[in-house]
């Protein structure tokens, strides 16, 4: 069995920053692509962000561009978001997922899409006040 445990959540203050990880544990799995959403009450979950594991490369959604960043630790098999410049608006519950298909990334869309993961985590509450 494969388990993704997200942690670093928390309530902070407009302009604050916060680092997400998401380790794996359970089973070995090849995970091609990592990536990192979000959902805020009453609304569908959304992409944050995504990496390659392999090569490293990273996509970022527009909303977040310049203030959060992803990466990993392949050492470690975690996956991290670092957000800054936190405001109300980013408040949401923080998942991290694993897509084991390395048909993904031949997609120009590779990390968008929810339906191409296959291991999900709990999620992690961020909130953020003004």
């Known amino acids: 069995q494969v388990q993704l445990v997200e942690y670093g959540g928390g309530l902070v203050q407009a302009g604050d920053s916060l680092r997400l990880s998401c380790a794996t544990s359970?089973?070995?799995?090849?995970?091609?692509?990592m990536g990192w959403f979000r959902q805020a009450p009453g609304k569908e979950r959304k992409f944050v962000a995504a990496i390659a594991w392999s090569s490293g490369g990273t996509k970022h959604a527009e909303a977040v561009k310049g203030r959060f960043t992803i990466s990993r630790d392949i050492s470690k098999s975690t996956v991290y978001l670092h957000m800054t410049s936190l405001q109300p608006e980013d408040t949401a519950v923080y998942y991290c997922?694993?897509?084991?298909?390395?048909?993904?990334?031949?997609?120009?869309?590779?990390?968008?899409?929810?339906?191409?993961?296959?291991?999900w985590g709990q999620g992690t509450q961020v909130t953020v006040s003004s």
């Open positions: 359970g089973r070995t799995f090849s995970r091609y692509i």
């Open positions: 997922a694993a897509d084991t298909d390395a048909k993904s990334l031949t997609t120009p869309s590779w990390g968008h899409r929810l339906a191409s993961y296959d291991y």
